[in-house]
């Protein structure tokens, strides 16, 4: 694994990879969660990737190509590199033009909803040539709900983005909606009016769940709708709403402290 944040964590935890996988991560205090996990704690890429047949890049959207381009040189011939971060696909592309051209196969792989808490069950779309063999490879490795989307690098990651747009904005919306209602002293008011016209969930306990999610993941949420906004306008979309969407993501993140 390459990065080893909280789907690292999870998925080496749930799937008892203990002796069976290493990892490294650029923040050095993430040592202590591999190690208890049970995953070998590698001093660099090149230690963490010798001899693997499988790489699971685990950085952040912004940091997927960049991962990729330090290494590829140092990817077993024939190893899949397999790309969960939630990259747009012109981005995905251009990492696995520089995988490829280092010997290994890409798999361009889609993360379809928070790791937690259905941890190996966690729904996965994958794409590109290698596709059916990266299933296989992840399958070996416990995980259970995955779907070949095409064997195209890009086609995994845009189906996410482009689903991440209303996912993501609504979160936006709700917080915009919130602060303005809040400030008016109607936020009950405005929420019963929510609940009147959709049952689905009560709009309180909607509302609160979004504020939760944006607060908890607000940077990586905002670099994932940076990398959707480059969708849309790959596209001829002027992503409006999803350029506020970032806004909104990354005020959250900062008004409660996350890096």
Not at 72 to 94: E, F, L, Q, V
Not at 147 to 166: D, E, F, H, P, T
Not at 190 to 201: R, T
Request: glycine residues 8%; proline residues 3%; aromatic residues 4%.
């Amino acid at each position: 694994m390459i990065g080893f944040g909280e789907a690292g964590a999870t998925f080496a935890r749930s799937g008892n990879w203990a002796c069976r996988a290493s990892a490294y991560d650029i923040a050095s205090d993430r040592a202590d969660a591999m190690r208890e996990t049970g995953v070998r704690a590698a001093a660099n890429a090149t230690e963490a990737m010798a001899g693997a047949g499988l790489v699971l890049s685990l950085v952040s959207a912004d940091q997927a190509l960049q991962a990729a381009e330090q290494c590829a040189p140092h990817i077993a011939p024939g190893a899949i590199w397999c790309d969960m971060n939630s990259a747009s696909p012109d981005t995905k592309r251009a990492a696995a033009a520089v995988i490829e051209a280092a010997g290994g196969r890409y798999a361009d792989a889609a993360v379809m909803a928070p790791v937690n808490p259905a941890v190996l069950a966690v729904p996965l779309l994958i794409a590109g040539d290698c596709a059916e063999a990266a299933q296989s490879a992840l399958a070996a490795l416990g995980f259970s709900n995955m779907r070949v989307v095409g064997n195209s690098v890009g086609q995994a990651s845009a189906i996410k983005l482009i689903r991440s747009v209303m996912v993501k904005g609504i979160e936006a919306l709700t917080a915009e909606m919130m602060a303005a209602a809040d400030a008016a002293g109607v936020a009950g008011e405005v929420l019963a009016s929510l609940d009147a016209s959709e049952k689905a969930l009560p709009w309180e306990a909607r509302a609160a769940y979004n504020l939760e999610r944006m607060a908890a993941h607000g940077q990586r949420r905002a670099a994932e709708m940076e990398e959707a906004a480059k969708v849309l306008e790959a596209l001829g979309v002027d992503p409006v709403m999803t350029r506020g969407t970032v806004i909104r993501q990354r005020l959250a993140a900062q008004a409660n402290g996350e890096a």
